[in-house]
């Protein structure tokens, strides 16, 4: 063999060599080979600090290539569990943080986790608060000294109560109905005396909130208005100079401040990545009250944000604004932080183990001091309210809203049966059925309840065949800031919206149930339109009956607004001081519109403006008349009397007053209520209504921080 030959074989040979090192190497370098070398490592040969080395790597070198990266820390910490080494807990929290794509990985490490902190400390209790037999109150707070809980009472009205926990009493510090010129209290808060709180007061007919302060003999101030939207009291402070509060502003943003208790100024601290929206330009005002504490020595404020389609994590911001620190930082949703009495761990509601915790961190001089540890499991519908030296305050909750139908004979007007509800989505509201003209469709409106601190969804219709069937859903998505007069039937018998905007503009929406489209459009309005309550369509449906809210005292109106012209014209005029309840109701032909203003029915002409008022013997509050088919009766609620009544329908007779109660409260749940109206079918045989129930406990959690930390 020649000398050029023998070259040319050592050079191919030379480089078949270096190209199969290569192809090793980089058979080697794949993550998949890496993988299976590392289980192998962990799982034949047992040695787990070598497997764990691999598992890194991997993640170090490919933690682009999530599909297999994500495995290696996974497998990090089965090794670690082991091992008996309390890092399996970082590693399975490094799959959550970043590989949050991969579901799989991250359902295998939310489960682990849950299994490692699913035990709570033995020292740990919980005991009930408010005995079940007493009156249940709606976000609750606990008094500084532990003797006393504020919540929101809703049998007549919604006003602020005070439960003393020793003697079992209940008082009243406010005494509002459900008429358009009362008020609303919700989000109370306790100064550090606890002699006043501080909480929502906002009357029904106004756009934005107010906050006043209350004493316990129900002495009462406005501290502040905010024309805006939102204002949500959060904390009082230990010195008593000032309340934390969250405060919409007009761009739909929302800032964290200090309201000064002297003069009712705002300062604001930060902005919140978090926007407030809800119905009427309200923020979520519970949860978003929920979302910052104060430090007991005053230099600390303990918040939660994140954007509003995100989790959110738990900061420190010093009072003066200026410095802020990340405490939590987590894939999780974190929520709701409080501070110990002590001031040395703030705990805090999260979903960072599968479902809703409470959790705690170690804090000084406003830093974390250690990692998140899990305190007790298992807090789905609960909220956190005060934290005093007696313990640490809950609220858990649940909420049901149902459409029924009760069936009766046209004639005799007897009860057939009980209440049946009717299958509807589950949602948190579902208010106002309404019989279509011809009785083939009964309709309904859903709204979601926000969760913590998110936005509330936009409300949806749902309309089902009378006759049985499923219900069909239809988005209503408002472009438009204000809301009136949605899901009535036009005359036609399609489904209909007003609404109108903060420039004052109207606009009327209109639903084809044959192709579920909205037709939107603008028409013309008439000064003092912007706000108004209830809402009836004229015959022709070329126009609409409304009540304008009007100033408290003055004399209200009953008007007709033509949608082609803008025109308004005044059909019916009440007395000076009187209150008519939101509902207005047609009559089937059109000719009557029936009305309430406390314990009277009011009946209109809509030709001649002619009214009649029906009063009744037992002098009982009625609300949202409905009529029956012949026009000779109207079906309406009638307002509890007293605390623990039960909910009731009566079928009231147009022409001698005369009532007949359908004793349908003995059928419903304890504490259920009739929300909004009823509404009697075209045939005369069913009558529809919506139904809350509610159930809540108020509950002190004690010893919560485990000695070891």
Partial sequence: MNKKLLATVFSALVLATAVSAAGAAAQAEDPGVMLRAAIEKEEVEGDLQKAIELYRAIVLRHGGRTSVAA???????????KLGNTEAVKAYEAVLSKFPGEAEAVAEARGRLAELRKEAPAAL???RLIPPEARELEGPALSPDGT????????????LAVYDLASGKLEYLTHYGWKMDDHAVWVPIWSPTGREIVHQDNPFSYDGQELRITDLAGKSRVLMTNPEGGLAPCDWLADGGAILAVRGNKEKTASLGLISVKDGTFRELISLERPYENRGGDMPSYWMSGSADASPDGRFIAFADGPADGGRNIHIL???GRSKTTLVDNPADDMQPRWSPDGRHIVFLSDRSGSRGLWGVAVREGKPEGVPFQIQEGLLNTDLGSWTRTGL???SHVIMSEICVVDIDPRSHAVLGKPRVMEFPRSSWNLAPRWSPDGRFLSAMAYRAPSSGGRSESPTLMIMPSEGGAARAYKIEYPYARMGGTGHWLPDGSQSYVVYDKEKRLHFGRLDLDTGVWQHRQIPAAEGLERFMGLAWSADGKGFYYIPVTEEGAAPELVLHDMESGQRRTIFRGQPG????WNIKASRDYKRLAMSCAEFIVIVDVDTGKAERLANEAKKQFAAPAWAPDGKFVVAKGQPENEGDPAELYIISLADGALKSLDIGRHLPRRARIMTAADWSPDGRHIAFDSRFWNAETNLVKNVIPEKN
């Fill in 318 to 320: 010093s009072m003066d």
């Fill in 71 to 81: 495995k290696a820390p996974l497998r990090i910490g089965e090794c670690y569990e």
């Fill in 148 to 159: 006393k809980v504020a919540g929101v009472e809703i049998s007549t009205g919604q006003n």
């Fill in 578 to 581: 009187e209150s008519y309840n």
């Fill in 125 to 127: 209790t919980m005991t």
């Fill in 393 to 395: 305050q809950t609220w």
